[in-house]
């Protein structure tokens, strides 16, 4: 097995590491490890892979000294350690760049990078040297950022390359990163990817977690498959396959057709005709259950007008009627500068839109001025003849707009809520939920149960505050609120950042439900692997306008990489099948 | 108006002025590493009788006696605030709650008039007061003289400590730490700080500085002790870090200006101004309410700066 593995050749004496033996780490109510065995030889990129709520981050949290486990023992390079804080873990040389980011936003990138350092000018801070610094450190890794920028102001995939500035700027002789790809862009993918491989090449030790089976299969040496707190098993990257891990994470075999589309294995257009979309058995489980949108005394509104509406199956209705029409709009960003300038798009009924682009093109400042949260200076959004542009978050939830937004433990959720109470945030004014403005608690806890179990989020009880819960979780708690609802236009950042294979792939059997009861669904995701598996037309967006538009079916990740790199296509766009049979 | 009655007027403002920039300045640091202090008020309140009381027991040259005196009200505002520390960071009591109690336990009726009792100072008068000092002579100066070069050794105390204040929060690395720890703990944790001993080092040096602006009252304005002297300084020290965004050099000027309106009636009539005195008493009121409503439109709301874990007590595994 290590002969396989090109580590071996890197590994200095037979000692590894990092070792941690029988950590068990409970919490009330949920054991999140139970007894894990991990260890990290020095120039390994190490893989943990599992579930959501599986237990990595919190193995990697107590290695971080954020956890003191209840069992178990760390050794680093042989010798016993007890961490008991961050501080300790930074004084052993251990670098983390964590889920949720741990930034302080109102702090700029260099200072939030000069945190907890030591300054060459004593007690006095350095920013002159510390901004060089990370001038140099992003220009040799590729990574853009702008020293002086405030947190507050950036995206989230800026935001990212600044947890990974801040941890190469330490220096870490083992770095752990959990899920440092989520919001990085493919071609930010391939520039960490090359930076972390010259780490270990360095003889640094990395851990590294991901949801995505290609890249993990593509950068690590060993996978380590947890499964409910429990390790499974450890497989050397270069014999495993994808569907030898998904079956370790999940327990049993996923339908081989799931797994193509959601890991983005194909390259190019992945084969999306109906007749291939054979549901997952969860899936098809669920479906056919009763209650599933909405909680039971809600009525579900008919959708007439499309002809695929009730089926249920995901199959791409006839687009109907434009929904959703952006025109001509013009949206600040927080620097003041233009973020989307002049964009229009429309979506219609029954179909998916997929803006793909680069982070940073004006994908979040258009999402929040859909979604009421930001205000354009100009041109107009009209959800089925009710103007948005300048109103409210509840004047387009009053109209049928439900929104996902991209940063989901800022915006998302109220994290000291209980699951049920972020369950119900937007819907507690239901006539099923409350009367004569009191909560009505048996129907309550009867829709969020409902909810917990169709979307399998783990959480030990409904009343557990929301924080608690893992990442992919979280994620899965919003989906499931936003999508229980029935919306008549459903906007959706970043889908399924966060989510393990299997989760994602039901949230997408969701939203192409969503489509075959005929509402227009936008959605925007830096992810490419899913824009062009989910949507029927892709608009590329380049520095706040849609440079193009693309069919999954006829275009290739490279040309779309292309516009997305600010390359005009050629001949006109080709428009695509408006609607996807 | 003539020049000396806006001479008079500025300095009688500084001298008012001068406990609420020590007590801000203090519950400032406080905030800035997300513990709210409500019990500034009982910790000026104890400054002062102790002070005094120091001040009336040492005997030697006048100036060392009021420099013990004054490290001794220091010392007694920040006990007063270790307890509050203790309360609200490690027993994670309610700071609000915690906060109130202390002024309640030592404010009127309770320590501090307990102490005046037990120590007998009420109605003595007091032996040594810190008198202006005339700065290189400059006090002559007309206009600037008085008001920059002839003030007493507190005034010029607070304004070495706004400066340095100002100096530490922007300019040191402790200071940049502070920032972060009240904005985001979890983010300074993780890097390497010590959230903990950062909030309590911070919310007792805050104390130290309340316990100072007590003293000023006594041991500056008007050497005698009654019980509740400081007549609610403490809580427009708490308005104004709020008022001046958190920001040193804007609670400077705010103290003033509160210092301005609280003297202004005196003064004016002391110069033979008639206005009715309904008038000035309202006036820091009002500008309370104009203040507020400045603060609150949305161009000062997006600078505002309040750090965002104020009162938020921080359990690292709590994530
Ligand atoms: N601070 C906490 N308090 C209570 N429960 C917690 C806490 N942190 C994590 N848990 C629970 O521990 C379990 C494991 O969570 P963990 O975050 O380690 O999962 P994960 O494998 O990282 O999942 P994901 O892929 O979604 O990030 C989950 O059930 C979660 O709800
Ligand atoms: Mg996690």
Redesign the interface.
Known sequence: MEGTTPATARIRDGVPLLEMRGITKRFAGVVADDGVDFDVRAGEIHTLFGENGAGKSTLM?VL?G???PDAGEIRLQGSPVSIA???D???HGIG?I?QH???????SVA??V????R?SRG???DPGRVSERIRQLSETYHLQVDPQALIWQLSVGERQRVEIVKALYRNATLLILDEPTAVLTPQEVDDLFAVLRRMAEDGKGLVFISHKVREVLGLSDRITVLRAGHKVGTLPAASATRDQLVQMMVGHALPARDLAAETGATEGAPDRTPSDRAPSDRATAIESGPGVTVGAGTPVTPIPATPAAGAGTGAAAAAGAPRLVVRDLTVRGDRGADAVRGLSLEVRGGEIVGIAGVSGNGQRELAEAIAGLRRPSSGSIVLEGTELAGGSPARGRAVGLGYVPEERMRDGVVPDFSVAENLLLVDSHEPAFSRLGFLRSGEIRRHCEELVRTFDIRTPTLEAPA??LSGGNIQKLIMARELSREPRVLLVAQPTRGIDVAAAQYIHDRLREQRGRGIGVLIISEDLDEVMALADRILVMYEGAIIGEAAPRASTRASIGLMMAGVRPEAPADAGPRATA | MNTDLIVAVIVSAIAYGTPLVLAGLGELLAERSGVLNLGVEGMMLMGAVTGFFVSQQLGGPGWAVLIVAMIMAAVAGALMALIHAFLSITVRVNQIVSGLALTIFAGMAGLSSYAGQVWGIGGQHGLHQLTRVDLFGLGEIPVIGPILFDQDPFVYLSWGLVVLVAWYLY???????L??VG??P?????????VTRYRYVHTTVGGALAGLGGAYFTLAIAPIWTDGLTAGAGWIAIALVIFAFWRPDVLLLGAYLFGALSSLGFTLQAHGVQMPSEFFSSLPYLMTVVVLAGASTTLARRRI?TP?SLGVPYV????
């Open positions: 949290r971080y954020f956890h003191h804080s961050p501080a873990a930074i004084r983390m964590h980011f741990m930034l302080v936003n109102t702090l200072d939030n000069a945190l907890g350092l300054s007690p006095l801070t924080r608690t | 300019r040191t690395r402790t200071g940049l730490y920032r972060a904005e985001s979890r983010s300074a944790d993780a890097m390497g700080i010590n700066g965002a690292r595994e709590e994530g």
